[in-house]
């Protein structure tokens, strides 16, 4: 047990953690964040090799130092990663990594922090630990029955491991529609969706997305209505891959399937169809399970909040996890608002 009391422990080392201690510079708080990772850059060391940003890089940057200028249209996973470790250099924020949350508990005023390293204690916690690490795969029937390749996109890398196989992709995504324009290229691919996949204008990327969730977020903070239906923000983003793929025809969703079987798929209309890899792109919950001890956590992982702040446990915050902690806050741009109002929030908490 360390005896130590820090006024403020971020839990996860991703972008909503650098962007709350790019906050905390001006601060007199006394902050550690906890990274589960052996280095810097966060959940993008784990993604697949061709995945890009939806955005240019000038629209892509965290608070306070806009992300270098990219090679293509769109900033790399290289890219990336070189970004968010720059980053964490240019303002030696304290970080100490791999510690592993496993629990977090609160006596009295003070939160206990259990790891696999040690136990820290802190005055306030902030939750910025994402999605990545709690993939979700659906049940369906007969899944478990399958005895060829089942892996989630989290696991997903080239397309090189698919060559000449038959292989499902699963999800109406942007995951789905990337990874089948890649894999369609080197494989016969089958793209199964729940509903029909929908497609914002080609015009449409990540800086117009930001503008709509600003948008939407000013006018409900006046109390006023704002239709953003036109850019559905969980519909597909043109990117150059997805653009290739339609015009080598193969977005088509098969629609969804009845059951899986040991060899294959049994299709809505009865059809079976041989099948040697299922690439699941059906997103993730939360990755919270760890603050089951502080407040209610509902399957997906969600914790009941009011903007960032925990509604069931004083000095808790959540952040960077999508719409129910902030329009756009699980993206790099959008997050840098909450994480200055959430540290002030936590300024403000820690002068009771």
């Not at 130092?65 to 900033?75: D, T, V």
């Not at 090189?160 to 699963?170: A, G, R, W, Y």
């Not at 025809?249 to 040991?262: E, N, P």
């Not at 294959?264 to 099948?275: A, L, N």
């Amino acid at each position: 047990m360390d005896d130590k009391i820090h006024d403020l422990i971020i839990i996860g080392g991703g972008q909503s953690a650098l962007a709350c201690a790019f906050f905390l510079r001006r601060k007199d708080i006394d902050y550690l964040i906890l990274d589960d990772q052996d280095s810097c850059g966060a959940s993008w060391k784990h993604t697949w090799e061709s995945l890009t940003l939806f955005s240019p890089p000038e629209h892509s940057s965290l608070p306070g130092w806009q992300m270098p200028a990219s090679e293509g249209e769109f900033p790399t996973r290289k890219e990336t990663i070189d970004y968010l470790c720059q980053y964490e250099d240019r303002y030696g924020f304290s970080i100490e990594r791999p510690v592993r949350v496993i629990s977090v508990n609160k006596y009295d005023s003070i939160f206990s922090i259990k790891t696999n390293k040690k136990d820290y204690k802190s005055k306030a916690v902030i939750s910025a630990t994402g999605t990545f690490q709690n993939p979700f795969i659906p049940e369906v029937k007969g899944r478990d029955q399958f005895e060829g390749r089942q892996l989630h996109s989290s696991a997903y890398c080239t397309p090189e491991d698919f060559q000449n196989k038959k292989v499902m992709i699963v999800g109406e995504g942007n995951s789905g529609a990337q990874i089948l324009a890649e894999v369609s290229k080197v494989a016969n691919t089958f793209w199964s969706t729940h509903q029909e996949p929908e497609y914002l204008p080609d015009d449409v990327d990540g800086r117009v997305l930001f503008d709509v969730a600003s948008a939407k977020y000013y006018a409900e903070k006046k109390g006023e209505t704002f239709d953003a239906s036109k850019y559905n923000l969980g519909n597909i983003v043109m990117v150059p891959s997805v653009k290739e793929a339609r015009e080598r025809d193969v977005l088509h969703s098969k629609g969804q399937i009845q059951a899986i079987t040991k060899d294959g798929v049994i299709w809505q209309d009865g059809s079976h169809q041989e099948i040697d890899t299922i690439i699941w792109c059906t997103g993730f919950g939360y990755s919270t399970g760890f603050l089951n001890n502080l407040v209610s956590i509902d399957n997906k992982g969600k914790v009941p909040t009011k903007s960032t702040k925990a509604k069931e446990t004083d000095g808790l915050w959540l952040l960077g996890y999508g719409g129910w902690t902030g329009f756009a806050s699980a993206t790099i741009i959008g997050v840098g608002r909450y994480a200055k109002q959430t540290i002030q929030e936590v300024s403000e908490y820690l002068k009771l």
